[in-house]
């Protein structure tokens, strides 16, 4: 009997085939407990991929967005360059603008005496011919209310004389508005500050340019009841021959009413109490001299009764010289 062949250990090794390994064969076995079949490590990749997806298209926006954020920060300072001239401008516009007591104190000088002793002494003054040079300058009438506005904003003291502490002082506080921006001729009355304040600084005079310019508002005072009291009360101090009298000469306190009372719309009787004044049948009754009791009474009186006098009251407290020219209006 033949020797039986040993089987060699390739020949009884069992052929190698592709069948998985138990590790992989549980992970390709479907699971019972998720569904559509997909195991737990194959449903959480899945889920991961919307977020991230959504992290992608959050970055994408930002990066969309930062060129037009880059945008408005250059415009902004584009804005901010742009702005930074006219500041400077403003700046510069008020300096211009500002109260000058050396040119001031010049304008001064041009009118007053040219041996000044010493040019810081308050008592040098501008004399009656230096202010009508003055007047000519500016254009105005010497002997017209204007000029008696101005001697009021400086609180003059005299007649016919300014000093140097009133033209300093005086000048300095005459401040008018200005329009910085808007130039709107004529100037006050089309344009105000209460129009546009944003763009408006106060400026004191100290040239002549400058006071022409505030001649309108001077003359406004006239019209305003109650400037034009202040100013009639000033008035009769600044006409009295000196500080101790307590009267001024009738014939100064006619050319005033005259001249202070001048609007016929608001005070009345100025004309008839004038003819009064001057009737030679009332020469011994009409007054020599006005105080300053009469004087203010007559303000009350012009601008308080009726042109037909039928309001006025005799049993008031009005001077005698008011009662004796309403009798004489009313035997008229």
């Given at each position: 009997?033949?020797?039986r062949?040993?089987?060699?250990?390739?020949?009884?090794?069992?052929?190698?085939t592709?069948?998985?390994?138990?590790?992989?064969?549980?992970?390709s076995?479907?699971?019972?407990?998720?569904?559509?079949?997909?195991?737990?490590?194959?449903?959480?990749?899945?889920?991961e991929k919307?977020?991230?997806?959504?992290s992608?298209?959050?970055?994408?926006?930002?990066?969309?967005?930062?060129?037009?954020?880059?945008?408005?920060?250059?415009?902004k300072?584009?804005?901010?360059?742009?702005?930074?001239?006219?500041?400077?401008?403003?700046?510069?516009?008020?300096?211009?603008?500002?109260?000058?007591?050396?040119?001031?104190?010049?304008?001064?000088?041009?009118?007053?005496?040219?041996?000044i002793?010493?040019?810081?002494?308050?008592?040098v003054?501008?004399?009656?011919?230096?202010?009508?040079?003055?007047?000519?300058d500016?254009?105005?009438?010497?002997?017209?209310?204007?000029?008696?506005a101005?001697?009021?904003k400086?609180?003059?003291?005299?007649?016919?004389?300014?000093?140097?502490?009133?033209?300093?002082?005086?000048m300095?506080?005459?401040?008018?508005?200005?329009?910085?921006l808007?130039?709107?001729?004529?100037?006050?009355?089309?344009?105000?500050?209460?129009?546009?304040?944003?763009h408006?600084?106060?400026?004191?005079?100290?040239?002549t340019?400058?006071?022409?310019?505030?001649?309108?508002?001077l003359?406004?005072?006239?019209?305003?009841?109650?400037?034009?009291?202040?100013?009639?009360k000033?008035?009769?101090a600044?006409?009295?021959?000196s500080?101790?009298?307590?009267?001024?000469?009738?014939?100064?306190?006619?050319?005033?009413?005259?001249l202070i009372?001048?609007?016929?719309s608001?005070?009345?009787?100025?004309?008839?109490f004038?003819?009064?004044?001057?009737?030679?049948?009332?020469?011994?009754t009409?007054?020599?001299?006005?105080?300053?009791?009469?004087?203010?009474?007559?303000?009350?009186?012009?601008?308080?009764?009726?042109?037909?006098?039928?309001?006025?009251?005799?049993?008031?407290?009005?001077?005698?010289?008011?009662?004796?020219?309403?009798?004489?209006?009313?035997?008229?």
């Amino acid at each position: 009997m033949p020797p039986r062949k040993r089987k060699t250990a390739e020949a009884t090794a069992p052929p190698q085939t592709n069948a998985p390994t138990p590790a992989s064969t549980a992970s390709s076995t479907p699971s019972s407990n998720h569904p559509n079949g997909m195991d737990r490590r194959s449903a959480r990749s899945t889920a991961e991929k919307p977020a991230a997806s959504a992290s992608s298209i959050a970055k994408s926006t930002s990066s969309a967005a930062a060129p037009a954020t880059k945008r408005s920060r250059t415009s902004k300072l584009s804005t901010s360059i742009a702005a930074a001239p006219a500041k400077s401008t403003s700046r510069s516009t008020k300096s211009a603008h500002a109260f000058s007591a050396h040119a001031c104190e010049s304008w001064f000088k041009s009118y007053s005496s040219d041996s000044i002793p010493n040019s810081n002494d308050e008592t040098v003054e501008m004399d009656i011919e230096a202010i009508e040079r003055f007047c000519n300058d500016i254009a105005v009438d010497v002997s017209g209310p204007i000029v008696l506005a101005i001697a009021y904003k400086l609180s003059a003291a005299r007649m016919g004389v300014f000093s140097r502490a009133e033209w300093m002082n005086g000048m300095q506080l005459l401040e008018y508005d200005a329009l910085l921006l808007f130039q709107c001729p004529p100037f006050p009355p089309m344009c105000s500050a209460s129009h546009a304040p944003e763009h408006t600084q106060k400026i004191s005079v100290d040239s002549t340019a400058k006071l022409q310019q505030k001649l309108p508002i001077l003359e406004s005072i006239f019209h305003d009841t109650a400037q034009v009291k202040d100013l009639y009360k000033w008035a009769f101090a600044f006409a009295k021959e000196s500080p101790e009298k307590k009267y001024i000469e009738v014939e100064m306190a006619k050319g005033l009413w005259t001249l202070i009372l001048s609007n016929k719309s608001m005070f009345r009787h100025v004309d008839q109490f004038m003819e009064y004044l001057n009737d030679p049948d009332e020469e011994s009754t009409a007054p020599k001299v006005i105080n300053k009791d009469q004087w203010m009474s007559f303000f009350d009186f012009s601008s308080s009764v009726g042109e037909d006098l039928s309001n006025y009251d005799e049993s008031s407290a009005w001077p005698v010289m008011l009662d004796e020219f309403v009798g004489w209006c009313r035997s008229k």
